[in-house]
């Protein structure tokens, strides 16, 4: 009886055993629960978190791109304004105004120069540079982030535009003809040099003057000369065979405007010898009963009929100096342009022939002797690449491909290896119009476009030339202007000098900025 009842007594303890431990059981599992529920909230928050960061840094790598292409428009644009002369505040106004026209609304824009933060090695170089750094903010909305804390991102991008630091040479023509405007006496150099009244030469000296001021313009405004990026330099021509008549006039790379506004200003056109004087050789100026009456040349119908030093327009001895200004001090970095200015087409040259006749000068063809145009072809499009029918023409688009065609890997159009340099030029008045042959191209049109052409991109060949559309005889899109009067890629033409302050202008407007970070 008793070992039954002690064996019921055990039976309710391992009973009461079985359910303490079940609860312990079940209590383990609810807090084991409840600790992976907690542990799933923290991996949801934290992937919520990471595709939060992931989204928020994809917008923050592109609004990265918007902001540093927006800085780059706004430094290229600060940099036009710096060479304008704008007022800092003025460029820093547009500056952001450039920045949201780009999508971007800037927290904050700063533009500096070497003036606003001297000593900057990124803008104060040697030699001086026209740089200008564009720093932008922007204050960057988070998306997912905000749930974190992070309610905005700051980023920031800079770049530094360049309006290219020029050096420019002026290559001016300065023939008998530059007082073709003139009446009587007015057209005689020796009157109207004196009198500062030779026309168009007078409208010339004008329009170079501001020019000169607008590469010049630190010290045209007042400023320190030494500080001046740019140089600007004066090559004057007329015949080949006088010493002097072609030069570059003294001193050569100027960055004072003062100086080059003297020096303009001081020019002459060429002034020939009376004729009483019974010159042997070149142009003479000649008078009847006291008047002036043009220029003679006895040297033409003495006898041989030697016309080879009665031309004055020696365009490829002027290219020629101008190219070789660019080994001087030579400055690669820069933006390296001539300006040619002519009143007619290349009838002289300065180089000597080889086993040639002594008594001819330059590049005049016995087979040009006969008649106008002397020293070259009468046609406009014959091009010879040397032997005796090479001509002054010849020799000018030599020169030509000399100054614009690549130094390295030129292209296959080039007579040789040239500086790079960009080439504009200009046509002024009449005499460039003229032809010698019926359907002919005009040979001051066709020479000034050929050299324009190789200075527009390195490369002479006519597929390429910006003009090929205004060669013939007419006026092809109907605007009124003739085709050889039309301005074509990198020609100009001015019927009178009243025009060239126009076509200068827009010469200067087109000097290209540059870009760098």
Known sequence: MKSAQSNKHFQIRITLGEILSNEIYYSHVKRESGQSMILIAFIFIALLGFVGLTVDVGRLFMFRGMLRNATDAASLSAAAQYREGRSHSEIEASAKEIMELNGISPTDVTVDTCDTIPGDIALCTIPPRKLVRVTGTFDMPMTFLQLVGVPTYTIAADSIGETASMDVVLVIDVSTSMTSDGTGNDRDPSQCNPADNCHPFKEVKEAARIFAERILDISANGGDPSK?????????????WEAGAT??????????????????????????????????????????????????CPAAYAPGGNPSTCTTTNIGGGLKLGGNMFALNTRPASLWVVVLLTDGAANAS?????????????????????????????????????????????????????????????YAGCSSAGQGAVIFTIGLGSQVLDTYAPGDVAHGVSLLRYIANVGYDGNPASANDPCAAFYNDGDNDGDGTHNWEEWCGNYYFSPTGNQLNKVFEDIASRIFTRISH
């Open 247 to 296: 030069k570059v006039e003294p001193p050569g790379w100027m960055t004072d405007y003062n100086v080059a506004n003297s020096l303009i200003s001081n020019l002459d056109v060429y002034e020939p010898v009376h004729c009483d004087s019974a010159p042997a050789l070149g142009t003479c100026r000649k008078y009847v009963a006291g008047n002036y009456v043009g220029l003679d």
């Open 350 to 410: 300065d180089e000597p022939v080889p086993d040639a006749d002594p008594n001819v000068y330059g590049y005049c063809p016995n087979s040009t002797w006969a008649g106008a145009p002397y020293c070259r072809d009468i046609l406009s499009s014959t091009y010879h690449a040397g032997g005796p029918d090479y001509d002054a023409d010849d020799f000018a688009r030599d020169m030509a491909d000399f100054v614009g065609c690549y130094p390295t890997s030129p």
């Open 228 to 240: 001046e990026q740019d140089r600007l330099a004066i090559v004057t021509f007329s015949n080949g």
